[in-house]
């Protein structure tokens, strides 16, 4: 089955729902693909704490400032006064104003700025702490109603090129440009051919390739295997920020405990209840993620401890109750007879956001000709080697919005008559069947490997030893590919075998300790 849209989007977190938004308004066919059969399923839907948003009495400097301090000054400052001077306003603009959303407001009906650590002003908007599947929710029922298409339930298998599938033997001389993507519909279990002048990857990040993670387990690092397996340029892959606080239970898993708690006075507790984090930082608590989460992975080290201990219950000064402040937190913890209006939170660092991925210039321009790539999977530079908090909703708003324009007004339309010269995806002549117990335990090595080996302290031989691993999985994993009757789960773990290579390769040719990278000597 053959079809033809003029843009297509992978992904359906804020970044490509904003992109296909803009798409759809400018007039183009878009079409949105997720693998996922729920269409809210993203990093985006489990984002707590909020977004950065324009405030009186705030600057783009004082933002930019924020910005380069938590990335260790390894920032692309292009890139981060784009973001500083246009993506602020932008939450007023399209979220609020033409979205409709309502975030919280104060006992005084103002809209309620709440602080982040590393931040020098209070700035960032929230609903509650159900700020990520607020704006998903909202952005999926307006791209709807503005007659968005939606395919759920398709995985992207590979990135179509001319160089490389094109079955005119001319397209080999050309420039490399991608003409669409191969996908599996996961229901019927065939691959279709999507062509269009236009691929925005907006696949998210990389999570699920660590053991401990606040990420869903969707978050295979699919769209940089896919854009490096075309061609394009992957950059500062050994950025991978490990948030602070997960909560540490035996029954669940996966989730944040935001930030902004200790924007909202929060201490770190080890199990004799002292406040360790002042012997670390001079910013205490609300020092950038990366110190965090190295003190708390430090100290249970050294204290023999799985977990350490996070206080809301007696430092909370806020008007709005804990409950309804936090309301997420709050029930999830208390299914977990955990009541953190009188207790304190177990917790652990766990990987939560890449720094790194595809390279693109201010416009989210690949590399590759007709590829965009835009939020997480993306690499402006932005956070450089670490991400401040809060950026991440608007950088997927602001990217998503900018690609979207740059696609509008170029007006590039491939030669219909190249199509035709683009063969349908070709089954192996054997095709083993699938075993998921197998997949469940490659996916296991994996993440255990990169938890260990290249996790929030690494060291060259523990890399070099993940570097080892990863090449003979590698070989196991793309062996078995080839043969094996196609799956979502063997697609995400080809990716996630090659976005787990590009990070230990990239941590080793960085020595130098920067940011979320650190490395002991």
């Not at 007023?92 to 650590?117: H, P, Q, R």
């Not at 007659?147 to 094109?166: C, E, M, Q, R, W």
């Not at 992975?297 to 000064?317: P, Q, R, T, V, W």
Request: aromatic letters at 10%; glycine letters at 8%; charged letters at 25%.
């Amino acid at each position: 089955m053959r079809h033809y849209y003029d843009t297509i989007v992978i992904g359906s977190g804020i970044a490509g729902l904003t992109s296909a938004i803009y798409l759809k308004k400018f007039g183009l066919d878009v079409i949105v693909l997720t693998k996922n059969s729920n269409l809210t399923e993203s990093n985006t839907y489990y984002a707590q704490g909020g977004i950065i948003a324009a405030k009186d009495g705030d600057s783009p400097e004082k933002l930019r400032d924020d910005i380069f301090q938590a990335g260790a000054s390894y920032n692309n400052l292009e890139a981060v006064d784009f973001f500083a001077q246009q993506g602020p306003q932008l939450v007023f603009d399209f979220l609020v104003n033409m979205v409709g959303i309502d975030f919280s407001l104060s006992e005084d009906g103002k809209i309620d700025y709440t602080e982040e650590a590393a931040h020098s002003v209070r700035r960032i908007v929230h609903y509650e702490d159900h700020t990520g599947d607020k704006i998903i929710d909202s952005l999926i029922e307006y791209a709807q109603k503005i007659g968005v298409k939606f395919l759920p339930d398709y995985t992207a298998i590979d990135l179509i090129t001319n160089n490389h599938h094109s079955k005119n033997t001319q397209e080999i001389y050309k420039e490399r440009e991608v003409m669409g993507i191969y996908a599996l519909n996961n229901q019927e279990g065939y691959v279709e051919t999507f062509f269009s002048d236009n691929v925005i990857l907006a696949t998210g990040g990389i999570g699920n390739l660590y053991y401990h993670t606040t990420n869903p387990i969707s978050a295979t690092g699919d769209g940089m295997s896919m854009a490096y397996r075309a061609g394009a340029d992957i950059i500062n892959a050994e950025f991978v920020q490990f948030h602070p606080t997960c909560l540490f239970h035996k029954d669940i898993k996966r989730f944040l405990i935001s930030e902004s708690l200790r924007g909202e006075g929060a201490r770190l507790k080890d199990h004799n209840g002292y406040e360790f984090m002042k012997d670390y930082s001079e910013m205490g608590d609300l020092a950038p993620r990366d110190v965090v989460a190295r003190a708390i992975y430090d100290k249970m080290s050294k204290e023999g401890k799985e977990y350490m201990l996070l206080d809301i219950a007696n430092y909370y000064k806020g008007s709005v109750s804990l409950e309804k402040r936090f309301s997420r937190i709050y029930s999830t913890c208390i299914k977990g007879g955990i009541d953190i209006t009188k207790e304190p939170i177990p917790i652990v660092p766990a990987a939560h956001y890449f720094c790194g991925g595809i390279k693109t210039d201010l416009k989210g321009r690949t590399s590759i000709k007709n590829l965009y790539a835009v939020g997480e999977v993306a690499c402006t530079g932005l956070h450089g080697a670490n991400r401040l908090a809060s950026t991440s909703l608007l950088e997927g708003l602001l990217w998503g919005k900018t690609a979207a324009e740059d696609i509008a007004s170029k007006k590039y339309k491939i030669d219909q008559s190249r199509f035709n010269h683009i063969p349908d995806w070709e089954e192996p002549s054997y095709t083993e069947e699938f075993d998921p117990l197998l997949i469940q335990q490659d996916m296991k090595a994996i993440q255990l490997t990169m938890w260990n080996y290249a996790g929030i302290i690494r060291t060259e031989k523990g890399l070099k030893r993940a570097e080892a691993d990863l090449d003979y999985f590698s070989h196991r994993i793309m062996r078995f590919y080839k043969g094996a009757k196609l799956h979502k789960n063997i697609i995400e773990l080809r990716n996630a075998v090659v976005s787990s290579i590009l990070i230990v390769k990239s941590a080793l040719r960085n020595t130098k300790s920067v940011g979320c990278h650190f490395v002991k000597k």
